[in-house]
């Protein structure tokens, strides 16, 4: 069997698209969300501040609800610009393991504000998941993704609900700002882009799930109102739909949470790149590629972890779960490892297609001079093997054949620290 030419029939392989059509695809979606026009991006203005400068010495409470994690602490930042972060706690996030109510939320989230109530009086809270962003700086959730299953908050305004259950504990005249972690991400990407004189600014996280932001300049479109300048805008590019994917991609998606949403993030996100690849093994599996007892491991096998799988391709010492069992042969893990390997590459290519994409609609980087500021976040990105480079890679090329110039950058705690920036600076 030729598995890299059946990977390739899958739409695994990278080289079954075309860079150019998928950048096509991508602006094609990006400008239907813009105008109103039914499409996969939901392009949600953000209604925060890239301009005002970040008050020093005074805290701000954060709530970073992220896609595996639930983090919430204080931020202050000094004249210097050093952050102090306390008050911190961390967990699991809630609703992530089994169906919570929306009280139960709220009250995790109360649980952990209340203690500190003093040190604050502004929230900004990172919300890592589609939502409509409000003129008042709430955050109506349009739906779960990354298999959240808290069904009563669809619909409803979060920063609202969080506010209402503070004042229930006798905490009341606070303030909340509600912001996508991408647009957080963004944000957090402002100082060291004004250090080297960025023309403009994206946001990109690449870990549980996925996501863009980046800053409109088209003010005549219409989500935006005439004569606003520029809006930073939250893509919800894990939404991205058109383009082609394999029996296999389509086999999962069905069995998801959210059969046919997020169905880009399905194809490079962390959570899904393992099941994927399992997928796709115990397909070549019926094909007899494997031993005799490998085969029939794959075949029961329910589950395969990406952290697993890439810890045998990276060959890092590291644990890869059930994979080490003497059931499978080197041979087995060499075809497990071109398997991973063509999933990798597609992801590397659709997440560079994704951020040229933000590049392009933003207008900016035309001089080498003043890059545009490119923020990346996410375990995924940094973590899985060989991943960045490939991203990198493909980049380059295509940043080359349009004279477009970009600088990427990673900041240690990007959904905080920007949601920390938007608390401080929104109702300045």
């Known amino acids: 069997m030729d598995i890299n030419g059946w990977l390739k029939e899958q739409h695994v392989a990278a080289d079954a698209y075309d860079a150019g059509a998928l950048l096509e695809g991508f602006l094609n979606e990006m400008k239907k969300g813009l105008d109103g026009e039914p499409g996969s991006l939901a392009m949600i203005p953000a209604y925060v501040n890239t301009e005002h400068a970040v008050p020093s010495d005074k805290s701000v409470a954060v709530i970073d609800a992220g896609g595996t994690n639930l983090r919430i602490c204080t931020v202050r930042f000094s004249d210097d610009g050093a952050v102090d972060i306390s008050n911190f706690s961390k967990q699991p996030m809630p609703g992530r393991d089994h169906e919570i109510s929306a009280a139960e939320f709220y009250g995790v989230l109360a649980d952990a504000l209340e203690p500190m109530k003093d040190e604050f009086e502004e929230i900004g809270f990172c919300f890592s998941y589609p939502a409509t962003i409000m003129p008042d700086y709430d955050g109506c959730l349009l739906h779960w993704t990354k298999e959240i299953k808290i069904p009563e908050l669809v619909g409803t305004h979060i920063g609202a609900g969080l506010l209402k259950s503070l004042e229930a504990r006798g905490v009341c005249g606070k303030k909340v700002v509600v912001l996508n972690d991408t647009v957080a991400c963004l944000l957090a990407g402002l100082a060291q882009g004004q250090g080297f004189n960025a023309s403009s600014y994206v946001g990109f996280i690449l870990g549980t799930g996925t996501n863009t932001a980046y800053v409109e300049q088209n003010s005549n479109i219409g989500k935006l109102e005439s004569g606003s300048g520029s809006q930073v805008i939250n893509v919800e590019s894990g939404a991205f739909s058109a383009f082609a994917r394999g029996p296999l991609d389509l086999q999962l998606d069905a069995r998801s949470v959210n059969p046919g949403g997020h169905v880009f993030e399905k194809c490079i996100s962390g959570v899904y790149m393992g099941p994927l690849t399992l997928e796709l093994l115990q397909s070549i599996a019926t094909e007899q590629v494997f031993s005799d007892a490998g085969g029939a491991a794959l075949a029961v096998m329910k589950e395969l972890s990406t952290i697993h799988i890439d810890n045998l391709v990276a060959d890092n010492g590291r644990d890869i779960g059930v994979l080490g069992s003497e059931v499978f042969t080197d041979a087995d893990r060499e075809i497990m490892k071109t398997v991973f390997g063509a999933v990798v590459d597609r992801a590397a290519l659709l997440t560079a297609v994704n951020i040229l994409a933000a590049v392009v609609k933003s207008g ?59 608390g401080l600076t929104t109702f300045a």
């Not at 375990?379 to 490939?390: I, M, P, R, V």
């Open 364 to 422: 900016a980087g035309q001089d080498p001079a003043r890059p545009v500021c490119i923020n990346i976040d996410g375990s995924t990105y940094y973590k899985t093997f060989g991943l960045a480079d490939k991203v990198q890679a493909c980049l380059g090329k295509m940043l080359n054949e349009r004279g477009l110039h970009i600088r990427c950058i990673q900041v240690d705690d990007a959904p905080v620290l920007g949601a920390a920036i938007a």
